[in-house]
């Protein structure tokens, strides 16, 4: 069975404050790893899709990457507008199903 | 281009009471799927539906039922509602033949409220 676990639950940041996310995997296979963002009271917003160990995908002030039972989200100086949950997925081969981490809800304080 | 939209936004019902909540999406995309989401455990696929046509049951799919009714339209049924269903329901589709088909595009979701 497929398992994803996203550390920590919750992240208070400063503004300016870098950090970053964790997302451990486990599934047989792994056909993509995917991140989300979720604003509250709103959908997912897809961010990022990492397919292989070693891969990296930015975005504005977004940092994806990916080891071979984990990826990282970072954060660099982030500015109250990031202020979000942000969830971690992953697809297994021959499958197109995702299966999703509970999240990361960050707060940045200005 | 509205994207993925759902019925109702809010939704509060009577334990056994039935609901339907729809879903459609304008983007012309072959697979659509019905998550449910509860306080710290994220997103749980209920059912989904590779094509029109087809449907099958994902993860949590116990007192649901779909319809694929069209290629633009996916509904689930709640047959007789049960406090347990609580949650906050997003429908969401994507499309194999497209490059951009890991992603998968999100509505708004709905709220529901079993009492």
């Known amino acids: 069975e497929d398992q994803v676990t996203q550390s920590p639950e919750a992240l208070r940041l400063q503004e300016g404050e870098s950090s970053s996310l964790n997302c451990s995997y486990t599934v047989s296979g792994l056909r993509g790893l995917f991140w989300y963002r979720q604003d509250p009271g709103k959908g997912p917003e897809f961010l990022f899709t990492?397919?292989?160990a070693g891969e990296e995908k930015e975005k504005e002030r977004l940092k994806a990457t990916l080891t071979k039972k984990e990826s990282f989200l970072h954060i660099t100086a982030p500015k109250p507008e990031d202020s979000a949950t942000y969830l971690c997925?992953?697809?297994?081969?021959?499958?197109?199903?995702?299966?999703f981490g509970a999240g990361t809800t960050v707060t940045v304080r200005a | 281009n509205a994207g993925v939209t759902q019925t109702p936004k809010f939704q509060v019902l009577k334990t056994g009471q039935s609901m339907t909540l729809q879903c459609a999406q304008d983007?012309?995309?072959?697979?659509m799927y019905w998550y449910r989401q509860d306080p710290g455990m994220g997103l749980r696929l209920i059912y989904y539906s590779a094509s029109e046509g087809t449907t099958d049951k994902g993860e949590v799919p116990n007192g649901y039922n779909v319809s694929r009714l069209n290629k633009r339209e996916f509904s689930l049924r709640l047959e007789s509602a049960a406090p347990s269903q609580t949650s906050v329901y997003f429908c969401a589709s994507n499309d194999p033949d497209l490059p951009s088909y890991n992603e998968q595009f999100f509505g708004p979701g709905t709220r529901l409220t079993v009492l």
């Open positions: 990492l397919y292989s």
């Open positions: 997925a992953v697809r297994r081969s021959n499958d197109y199903k995702l299966s």
């Open positions: 983007m012309n995309h072959n697979s």
